[in-house]
T-cell receptor
Framework: TQLLEQSPQFLSIQEGENLTVYCNSSSVFSSLQWYRQEPGEGPVLLVT?????EVKKLKRLTFQFGDARKDSSLHITAAQPGDTGLYLC???????????FGKGTSLLVTP | SQTIHQWPATLVQPVGSPLSLECTVE??????LYWYRQAAGRGLQLLFY??????ISSEVPQNLSASRPQDRQFILSSKKLLLSDSGFYLC????????????FGPGTRLLVL
């Protein structure tokens, strides 16, 4: 099993602040996904990154895949209350069908 | 566009009763299908996956089983529920290219009393 560690586990910030959450592993992944999940709902895909060093932007969210494809970061600029949720990263192995999920970062943005 | 459905949304069952959760996907053919369990709003544990009709792979030994009677239908079952089966069950689908991006359904909240 390829373990993914996410940090921090919990983050509480005020509206307008910037933040970065991390997803780290000692294993190489063929691809990495970020999801956001709200209470009582299924995770919603935010982005998939596949190339080492790749950077993708989704409005105020910036995702980066590490050069060695072992880690990733999610940066949110000027956080809003609507960004509140559980952020999960998931890595795809070189072969097989199982995605490995981190335990998530729980983000709370207060007005 | 593709859509994934799960039902029921919420279920309360007594210990020892049977279970059947259903997942269906629309708008795609021959998807890979997955069942996950999520405890306490944290990480996801893969329970089963299927790459085709009648093909089921189990990731974790447990009190549950899965079946895929049709291409876009995936069912999670149990003959006798345990208290430890309580949790949030998520179905997901992906394309056929290995462990690619997965898309999740809305989930079923199961409470075993």
């Amino acid at each position: 099993t390829q373990l993914l560690e996410q940090s921090p586990q919990f983050l509480s910030i005020q509206e307008g602040e910037n933040l970065t959450v991390y997803c780290n592993s000692s294993s190489v992944f063929s691809s990495l996904q970020w999801y956001r999940q709200e209470p009582g709902e299924g995770p919603v895909l935010l982005v998939t990154v596949v190339t080492g060093g790749e950077v993708k932007k989704l409005k105020r969210l910036t995702f980066q895949f590490g050069d060695a494809r072992k880690d990733s970061s999610l940066h949110i600029t000027a956080a809003q209350p609507g960004d509140t949720g559980l952020y999960l990263c998931a890595g795809g192995p070189s072969s097989g069908y199982a995605l490995n999920f981190g335990k998530g970062t729980s983000l709370l943005v207060t007005p | 566009s593709q859509t994934i459905h799960q039902w029921p949304a919420t279920l309360v069952q007594p210990v020892g009763s049977p279970l059947s959760l259903e997942c269906t996907v629309e708008g795609t053919s021959n998807p890979n299908l997955y069942w996950y369990r999520q405890a306490a709003g944290r990480g996801l544990q893969l329970l089963f996956y299927s790459v085709g009709i009648g093909q089921i792979s189990s990731e974790v030994p447990q009190n549950l089983s899965a079946s895929r009677p049709q291409d876009r239908q995936f069912i999670l079952s149990s003959k006798k529920l345990l208290l430890s089966d309580s949790g949030f069950y998520l179905c997901a689908w992906s394309g056929t290219s290995g462990a690619g991006t997965q898309y999740f359904g809305p989930g079923t909240r199961l409470l075993v009393l």
